[in-house]
T-cell receptor, first 116, second 120 residues
Framework: QQQVKQSPQSLIVQKGGISIINCAYE??????FPWYQQFPGKGPALLIA?????SEKKEGRFTISFNKSAKQFSLHIMDSQPGDSATYFC???????????????FGQGTTLQVKP | GAGVSQSPSNKVTEKGKDVELRCDPISGHTALYWYRQSLGQGLEFLIY??????PDKSGLPSDRFSAERTGGSVSTLTIQRTQQEDSAVYLCASSLVLWGGGTPNTGELFFGEGSRLTVL
């Protein structure tokens, strides 16, 4: 079974600092790498996503860095704010090449706490 | 509403009872997922429906779990003879699947707020 391994499990950052969450995947046929953000009592929501034809994508304070050779991708949150405190999930499509059905599998999640 | 709707939002049941959880996806979304999230845990994949294809049931933890999707829209997740370890938040999500070059491209998943199940 293809997996997505996420680390760290939890992270505490001071306001204004940089939060970094990492994910490693196995299937080289994956072609879509999203990050989801979940606040307590809510369902996850798409934060930012990247396709492997680029090495980096930035949206505001959030950046995805993608390392295809290492089969890793990471989320960087610059100038972290208390409002960023949430659980973050990386994800990747499940399948191999033409058998990719578009289904997503998720990492185990990282609980981020940004201290004021 | 425009989002994914789940009901009930909370369900407390006794061990051994059957429960049904409902998901109403966003209109026009061909893909529908069920995930389970235990306290402080990640998103455990349960089942995936995509268009008219046979559902991917590979994540269902036991034969007490089943799901159906009627008319390509509303889905029901049924748990028979509930056990205490079934206590969790059950999340439904829907998405478009975009086809390019003959292969599916995963679209954004839109999640409901979940159904919290407590088995006493």
């Amino acid at each position: 079974q293809q997996q997505v391994k996420q680390s760290p499990q939890s992270l505490i950052v001071q306001k204004g600092g940089i939060s970094i969450i990492n994910c490693a995947y196995e299937n080289t046929a994956f072609d879509y790498f999203p990050w989801y953000q979940q606040f307590p009592g809510k369902g996850p929501a798409l934060l930012i996503a990247i396709r492997p034809d680029v090495s980096e994508k930035k949206e505001g304070r959030f950046t995805i860095s993608f390392n295809k050779s290492a089969k890793q991708f990471s989320l960087h949150i610059m100038d972290s704010q208390p409002g960023d405190s949430a659980t973050y999930f990386c994800a990747a499509p499940r399948g191999l090449g033409s058998s990719n059905t578009g289904k997503l599998i998720f990492g185990q999640g990282t609980t981020l706490q940004v201290k004021p | 509403g425009a989002g994914v709707s789940q009901s009930p939002s909370n369900k407390v049941t006794e061990k051994g009872k059957d429960v049904e959880l409902r998901c109403d996806p966003i209109s026009g979304h061909t893909a529908l997922y069920w995930y389970r999230q235990s306290l402080g845990q990640g998103l455990e994949f349960l089942i995936y429906f995509q268009g008219n294809s046979a559902p991917d049931k590979s994540g269902l933890p036991s034969d007490r779990f089943s799901a159906e999707r009627t008319g390509g829209s509303v889905s029901t997740l049924t748990i028979q003879r509930t056990q205490q370890e079934d206590s969790a938040v059950y999340l439904c999500a829907s998405s478009l699947v975009l086809w390019g070059g003959g292969t599916p491209n995963t679209g954004e998943l839109f999640f409901g707020e979940g159904s919290r199940l407590t088995v006493l």
